[in-house]
């Protein structure tokens, strides 16, 4: 796996053109406004890029969009561009959200009216991009152009990406107080969404995925996003991850067949979802905490639909083990992605564990970080 990996000749700008090639039709990304065709998609985002008004040096640009078509249209457009997107953390305070962006070198944010009046107004340094005002100036035009461009040219052509440079950027508070930069290159990320789609057996002809996570968590930016896009399968976001009534009608209106989030946001969905609603579903991966054995017992019994945990951390970019529908088993993480080693061991001797003696637990994965930002 890490020879493959390393081999990868792959960008991921170039991998989503060849998705279009196969369906351009195919929708690409739905929210609570309606759908995206692939190739309309990629159309608009290499329409957006001029218009953006980057300097020629700015490698790293700060985003802070909502999954759905807005966020998906402008995080393509940066890879497309060759350029890292950093989605920060706008929960973190105006402290933390200006040493991400000093940590980063980050001289441009592109944002929404909309989406920063529905989060708070928090105070985003350096200049701010509205997507509000690109909107207008997206010429008709230029989209059908580049329509053309995207059906007629070899994707490489169209994409300034390379596979072995820093794709994406995502803080990560850890334990420390300061952020921390996980670098992500393109080679890591790809291996990680197509790993996961093959442990948990997805198809691009069957599944849809939904995602309400923000794009600032690498579950969400990763397998939330990206992984549709570059697999071939539709992607749903919601703006709020809490919002149950809506993301109960997302589900439904996408025909979503894999549901990406929380355990604590799963509990509050119990109570909103209706079976309806979720008669699409084939199932549920929960991440970032422990999921409860009564959380899932009560999710099948009203929904029909197990709930499966997983582990992993943003340095992994991000998954590393995921229970599947054939092997599920209450109080486990699953069993590692096809590629990945874990062993524990002793944290003093190093001395490698046998099965059922807790340690420390080691990971070794394609999909690991280039490294911390400086």
């Given at each position: ?19 279009v ?27 957006l ?5 980057l ?6 640009v700060g985003v802070?969009?909502?999954p ?6 402008v995080?393509l457009?940066?890879?497309?561009d ?5 989605n920060?953390n ?8 200006e040493?991400m ?25 350096g200049?701010?991009?509205?997507a509000?005002?690109l ?14 461009r995207?059906?007629?040219l ?20 850890g334990?420390?107080?300061d ?11 790809l291996?990680?969404?197509d ?11 069957r599944?849809?995925?939904v ?5 600032f968590?690498s ?5 939330g996003?990206w992984m549709?896009?570059?697999?071939g ?13 809506q ?10 067949t ?6 604590t946001f799963v509990?509050?969905?119990l ?8 008669t699409s579903l084939?199932?549920?991966v929960?991440?970032?905490?422990r ?9 099948r019994e ?9 582990y992993?951390?943003t ?13 599920n088993?209450?109080g ?37 970080m ?5």
């Amino acid at each position: 796996a890490q020879a493959r990996t390393a081999a990868d000749r792959r960008s991921i700008g170039a991998e989503f053109l060849r998705q279009v090639r196969r369906g351009p039709r195919r929708v690409a990304v739905r929210d609570f406004r309606g759908q995206m065709s692939r190739l309309r998609l990629a159309a608009v985002a290499l329409t957006l890029i001029p218009l953006l008004g980057l300097e020629e040096d700015e490698e790293r640009v700060g985003v802070v969009l909502p999954p759905g078509q807005g966020g998906a249209l402008v995080n393509l457009a940066l890879a497309l561009d060759g350029r890292s997107s950093v989605n920060l953390n706008h929960t973190t305070g105006a402290a933390q959200l200006e040493r991400m962006c000093q940590l980063a070198g980050i001289r441009t944010v592109l944002t929404s009216r909309l989406y920063l009046e529905r989060i708070g107004e928090p105070v985003l340094p350096g200049r701010r991009v509205m997507a509000e005002d690109l909107i207008p100036r997206l010429d008709k035009k230029r989209v059908l152009l580049n329509m053309l461009r995207v059906l007629l040219l070899p994707p490489g052509r169209l994409d300034k990406g390379r596979p072995d440079k820093v794709f994406t950027i995502i803080f990560s508070s850890g334990t420390t107080g300061d952020p921390k930069g996980v670098q992500i290159t393109h080679r890591q990320l790809l291996y990680n969404c197509d790993a996961v789609m093959a442990h948990l057996e997805l198809f691009p002809e069957r599944d849809v995925v939904v995602s309400p996570l923000p794009l600032f968590h690498s579950f969400g930016l990763i397998p939330g996003l990206w992984m549709g896009l570059l697999g071939g399968l539709p992607v749903a976001g919601q703006a709020d991850p809490r919002d149950g009534k809506q993301l109960g009608e997302l589900i439904q209106a996408a025909g979503g067949t894999i549901l990406i989030s929380t355990p604590t946001f799963v509990r509050g969905y119990l109570r909103r979802f209706n079976a309806e609603q979720l008669t699409s579903l084939r199932l549920a991966v929960v991440g970032a905490e422990r999921c409860p054995a009564e959380l899932k017992q009560s999710f099948r019994e009203a929904f029909g639909t197990e709930l499966l945990e997983g582990y992993g951390c943003t340095e992994l970019s991000p998954a590393a083990a995921v229970n599947t529908p054939q092997a599920n088993r209450d109080g486990t993480v699953g069993r590692p992605l096809p590629g990945i080693e874990i062993l524990t061991m002793d944290p003093e001797t190093r001395e490698l564990l046998p099965p059922g003696r807790e340690g420390l637990l080691v990971v070794r994965s394609p999909g690991r970080m280039l490294g911390y930002l400086n």
